[in-house]
């Protein structure tokens, strides 16, 4: 058996180079895992990543990888490479933080490290470390074996606000990739198969006079009103458009907090979601339209700013096939009866929505999900498989797969059930389960690029595809003159 796999039938060709890839991801991990506690020790949030992307740099320099640092107008993006000829393979790293989510390491009460502090609860340290880990195995591997082949590993800020890698993507930064692999922790081991919403991040700006609300009322404009019937005419929208679509909003400034002076500015941010980027600029232009209206019910001005986007990610079947391979041929993350009793800890706490919500989820991959329904930390593996669905989140991961092929995985780094963006994330992203997760990812996504390497015609195959799906062209959500912006 290797994990919970069993290796009868492949030829000693595979079985030497799993087990070499396993030994030299083994030889090294200690080193990934320190790394993972490190940037969950120095939670930073989007673009302000300068620790954790410093810590991530060091280690690439000391693994031989030429560094280019601050790219695409980012401070805290770089692109490392090693080797060369083709074919150029990149692996993604995310390390940012999520605000309020500051929370000890494998606690599962309460308990913040500092008091509103931010906090890894989407397990972007594990995830920056384990890509890490990854591709070092892969490279080790090649130095090893004596083979060409470039490899890149792309540090990647702000996928939590900001949105680096569309500014990276817009740059051409993946441009020349012939592959792209990435991963995100979660509470299963699978390769994704299902879309995610993309995402038009807007800024409405209204502009109107002050006056004194009671004495001369008739004189000012209020922006704040201007807000609030765009609000009004977009829940009207909502009833108009696909229901698979989601927009909502937040106050960025309602004007001052005197109801006796009317309010002469105000703004309202909007993301704007659908399953496909066509759709989720369609919409735009729609609210775009409201937005422009409410300015003229009101007698205001608006300025609108569209400053960043997200595609819907298209995961490449080829590229998805070679990953969804090399992880049944591994297995998951081989957890010890330390991990399994702090995720029960976690898992006993849920609700039944919670539970229920969680092998809802696992029911796109494993068919006999129910049989999960009182396991806490999943160590089996699902194969991949195309879902038309589409998961109701958004990354910028999406970006990067109109720019180039690529395949995603996730691996178990929580207990099954765990909330997304919570503490509970926090705390058991700063345990030895994370751990577990980085030696799986590294073995897996390293014997995925040897695979890729090896395999010129499925190299093509992906391309081909990628065309096929996608135009092979990307298209920035946003224009070519819209700087990133640096606070919410
Ligand atoms: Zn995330």
Redesign the pocket.
């Known amino acids: 058996m290797v994990g919970n796999v069993s290796i009868e039938g492949w030829g000693n060709h595979m079985k030497n180079k799993i087990h070499e890839i396993e030994k030299l991801v083994e030889g090294k991990e200690r080193k990934f895992f320190e790394i993972s506690d490190k940037i969950w020790a120095v939670p930073e949030l989007f673009f302000q990543e300068y620790k954790s992307a410093a810590i991530l740099i060091r280690a690439l320099k000391d693994e031989g990888f030429n560094v280019d640092e601050g790219i695409a107008g980012l401070p805290t993006a770089f692109v490392a490479t090693w080797g060369s000829g083709k074919p150029t393979i990149g692996v993604l790293g995310e390390f940012d933080a999520l605000p309020l989510l500051s929370q000890k390491a494998s606690c599962s009460v309460r308990a913040e490290l500092v008091s509103g502090g931010p906090g890894h609860g ?1 397990g ?1 340290n594990v995830l920056g470390a384990g890509s890490l880990a990854a591709v070092v195995a892969a490279k080790d591997y090649l130095q090893a074996n004596k083979m060409g082949g470039t490899l890149r590993y792309y540090g990647c800020p702000g ?1 939590e606000a900001g949105w680096g890698k569309m500014f990276m993507a817009r740059d051409g930064y993946f441009d020349d990739l012939d592959a792209c692999y990435t991963w ?1 922790p979660g509470q299963e081991n699978t390769v994704i198969g299902m879309s995610t919403l993309a995402n038009l991040c807007a800024y409405f700006h209204f502009s109107g006079k002050t006056s004194h609300a009671a004495a001369a009322p008739h004189l000012g404009r209020s922006a704040l009103d201007a807000c609030e019937i765009m609000s009004v005419g977009v829940n009207y929208l909502r009833e108009h458009i696909i229901p698979e679509a989601r927009v909502h909003y937040a106050y960025q400034d309602v004007g001052g907090s005197a109801p006796n002076v009317v309010q002469d500015r105000a703004c309202v941010k909007y993301y704007i979601r659908a399953p496909k980027i066509k759709q989720a600029k369609e919409i735009g232009e729609r609210v775009k339209e409201i937005a422009r209206g409410a300015a003229l019910i009101t007698g205001t001005q608006v300025k609108i700013e569209f400053v960043a986007g997200m595609c819907d990610y298209v995961p490449n079947d080829v590229l998805s096939g070679i990953l969804s391979d090399a992880l049944l041929k591994i297995g998951g993350p081989r957890f010890d009866a330390d991990d399994h009793a702090l995720a029960q800890r976690f898992f006993q706490d849920f609700t039944h929505e919670e539970i229920e919500a969680s092998l809802k989820e696992l029911s796109h991959t494993h068919s006999d999900w129910l049989r999960y329904d009182q396991v806490a930390l999943i160590e089996d593996v699902a194969p991949y498989v195309k879902s038309d669905g589409c998961g109701w989140g958004s990354t910028d991961v999406g970006d990067v797969s109109y720019a180039v092929p690529l395949a995603q995985m996730t691996a178990t780094c929580w207990a099954k059930g765990t909330p997304g963006h919570s503490w509970k994330i926090t705390a058991q992203s700063g345990s030895s389960i994370a751990h577990k997760a980085i030696s799986c990812v590294a073995k897996v996504i390293g014997l995925a690029i040897i695979e890729t390497i090896e395999n010129p015609d499925k190299v093509a195959a992906a391309l081909d595809e990628h065309v096929k799906t996608t135009g092979g062209k990307y298209v920035c959500p946003v224009g070519p003159d819209v700087k990133p912006r640096f606070t919410y």
């Open positions: 989407c972007h996928e995100h």
